[in-house]
Every structure is written in structure tokens, then in C-alpha cells.
């Protein structure tokens, strides 16, 4: 896991005076909903955390019953949310707000303190079938798009 991104360019000389700030990974509570609907989560649902500059590697999290979740150790950064595997098919991330920040499916997180809210829907289009790949296996396929 990297705590931080530094690019520093050496040219044939030593390094004197470089100076990099490491900066300690938070927790990130938070709580999802479904839109629309005043029911219990589907079972299996799991939520993927994914940064876009690959630094955070795969994080999952199952929420409790209460509907609340927890990821730790997550170094400062954008990040998206998806429904994970368990809800494939099923629903989409309709909205993420952390903070004064809401998006579709990203945020940013800079410290400790904020819940992250994260809006699952089930209204939209399923889209499925099988990719083909280059050694002549397939691999289902199954996507909930927005409407």
C-alpha cells in the first residue's frame, strides 16, 4: 500500500536537501442505501473501493446490517465506489457524498472525520451476455446501466 505519490528527477548528481511528507492512512466509515426504497440490503453486497492512479490495490467491504460500513487504512486520494460482485447485474452506484463533496461515483479523501454516503438503484438497464476472449474462452457479462 503506498502512502503517497512523490516524482523526483535525478540527473547524474547526488541528492541533497529532498524532503518527502508521508502522511498516515485513515478510516472510512460510512453508511449505503438504496434509492428509492425503504427495504433491507440484498444479501452478498459488497462495496469495491478503487483509486484511479492504481496505488490502493483491491479493497472490499461488506456492510453490516445496519447498513454501515468500513474501510481501513486508505491512504489520502480520489477514489471511486462500486457495487461489488454480490450485487452485479443488480445495481449501480447512483451517488457517493463525502463531505460537502457528492459525485456519481468519486471523492476525495484529505482526513479523518467525514461518513461516506453511497446510493445504490436498481433503475436502470441490464445489459448482459458473454466476452469472447483470445483463446476462444468467455467470460459472462452483466452490467446495470443508468436511465
Known amino acids: ?34 434509492d428509492g426504497a425503504d427495504k433491507p440490503l440484498p444479501a452478498g453486497l459488497s462495496l469495491w473501493l478503487e483509486s484511479p492512479d492504481g496505488l490502493l490495490g483491491d479493497r472490499t467491504t461488506m456492510p453490516c446490517q445496519d447498513a454501515s460500513f468500513d474501510f481501513e487504512n486508505i491512504p489520502s486520494g480520489r477514489y471511486r465506489v462500486h457495487a461489488g460482485r454480490g450485487t452485479a447485474g443488480r445495481y449501480y452506484v447512483k451517488r457517493v457524498r463525502y463531505g460537502s463533496e457528492s459525485s456519481d461515483t468519486e471523492f476525495s479523501i484529505s482526513a479523518n472525520g467525514d461518513a461516506l454516503e453511497v446510493t445504490l438503484s436498481a433503475r436502470g438497464a441490464l445489459v448482459s451476455g458473454v466476452v469472447k476472449r483470445d483463446d476462444g474462452g468467455v467470460s459472462p457479462y452483466s452490467k446495470v446501466i443508468p436511465t
Do not use: C, T, Y
Open 1 to 34: 500500500m503506498a502512502l503517497g505519490v512523490a516524482k523526483v528527477r535525478i540527473d547524474d548528481r547526488d541528492v541533497e536537501g529532498l524532503s518527502l511528507a508521508v502522511h498516515a492512512p485513515h478510516s472510512l466509515k460510512g453508511v449505503v442505501r438504496i
